[in-house]
């Protein structure tokens, strides 16, 4: 009875044996393979600043019932007028400190400086006027409002941000 058990066993072994060998998907599953991993990232912080200056005229009017009106700017600068926006303190030094909070951040900056000479010449003129039209009507009531005015404003845009790209490759064989 033990002769013919081990002949048992020495089938059953011999029968896997001969099907992993013929079956490549068995011989993949059982055989390790070979794996390459590969991963790059890189990221970038950015930051950025924008300074600006407008300047010019500006007229408005609103008129209702008995009233016209009417308005003019015309504003007229002299040579030697200048508009001057510079970074960098007399040194050539010039800082951004952020500050982040919960609901978005603060900036400090250091050695922005802007020059704005506005030299007004003849001929500039900003006129505003609200008349009764002719005949008007006792009935109605009249609202109004005009104005010509010079503008000027300067402002200083801060952009920071971050990207962040990561890369991966994976291959087995």
Do not use: C, W
Not at 8 to 14: D, K, L, P, Q, S
Not at 29 to 53: A, D, M, V
Not at 85 to 95: I, L, P, T
Request: overall charge negative.
């Amino acid at each position: 009875m033990a002769h013919s058990l081990r002949l048992v066993e020495a089938t059953v072994t011999a029968f896997a044996l001969l099907t992993s060998m013929l079956s490549p998907v068995a011989l993949a599953q059982e055989t390790p393979g070979l794996r390459e991993s590969r991963k790059s990232s890189s990221s970038q912080n950015t930051f950025s600043y924008r300074i600006q200056t407008t300047y010019g005229a500006t007229t408005s009017a609103q008129v209702s019932g008995n009233l016209r009106a009417e308005t003019e700017a015309v504003l007229k600068l002299k040579a030697g007028s200048k508009v001057t926006n510079k970074v960098g303190d007399e040194n050539g030094n010039a800082s951004a400190v952020f500050v982040a909070t919960p609901n978005g951040g603060n900036v400090e900056l250091k050695g922005i400086t802007g020059e704005n000479i506005f030299l007004i010449d003849d001929g500039t003129v900003f006129r505003a006027v609200l008349s009764t039209i002719d005949n008007p009507d006792p009935n109605v009531t009249s609202v109004g409002n005009a104005s010509a005015t010079a503008t000027h404003a300067t402002s200083v845009i801060v952009e920071k941000g971050s990207t962040t790209f990561e890369n991966s490759f994976e291959q087995t064989f």
